[in-house]
């Protein structure tokens, strides 16, 4: 992901966040390796768009830049990396999207909710095999490892702030663990269970992002309605 906002760091040097949420200073890059850069990505957007990320080996998409498997390891040491960079972009419209969506003051926290649910499963679904080819090499604590990095965060604290919002503002109870539900309902977007719904249960994308926004408690007739009337 891009930062949406770029800050001048110490000697000059310029920052942003990576495509998984982390600083990261931008090096000048050798025009050689920006170019064996450029190469790769273009062959992994080709081949994915042809036949999808998970058919695709390493080896191929070396094959198909045209260049060697130690320089493309060096790069991309798996797939999952791969898939990541090519995420960059549909994941800093999110934010660019979802950054508008937050500073509107003629809507309150659950209509922003709402939206924000239906964009993370718009997101979710236009991007499904990359994020599901990401995550296809990765076991164990890696695999575990994805809540905890700064992309998953991001959206966590987003869900987490505009339900402490809502409790502030009496559209939902103080009873209500906030801290629990902001994870709860990210879950069913988790990229296992979106692929087993989607192409194994046949299951509609507009009927999973419906089901996951009626998880909020509360929700009645919706949740911006629910808003509008309290």
Known sequence: MEALVRREGTRGARWRLDHLGRPAPEAAERSDAARNRRRIVEAARRLFAERGACAVSMEEIAREAGIGKGTLYRRFPHKGVLCEALLDEPTRQLQEETMRDLADPGSGPLEKLDRFLSRLARFTEENLDLLYGGHEPLSGEARVAYYSHPAHQWRRWTVLGL?????????????????????????????????????????SA????????????????????RERRV
């Open 163 to 203: 339900l402490r919002a809502a409790v502030r503002e009496g559209a939902l109870g103080e009873e209500l663990d906030v801290e629990y539900l902001s994870e709860a309902l990210l879950a069913p977007l988790g990229v296992d269970l979106y692929y087993h719904q989607r192409r194994v249960q046949g299951m």
């Open 206 to 225: 507009e009927r999973i992002a419906a089901g996951l926004r009626s998880l909020v408690p509360g929700r009645g007739g919706g949740l911006a309605e």
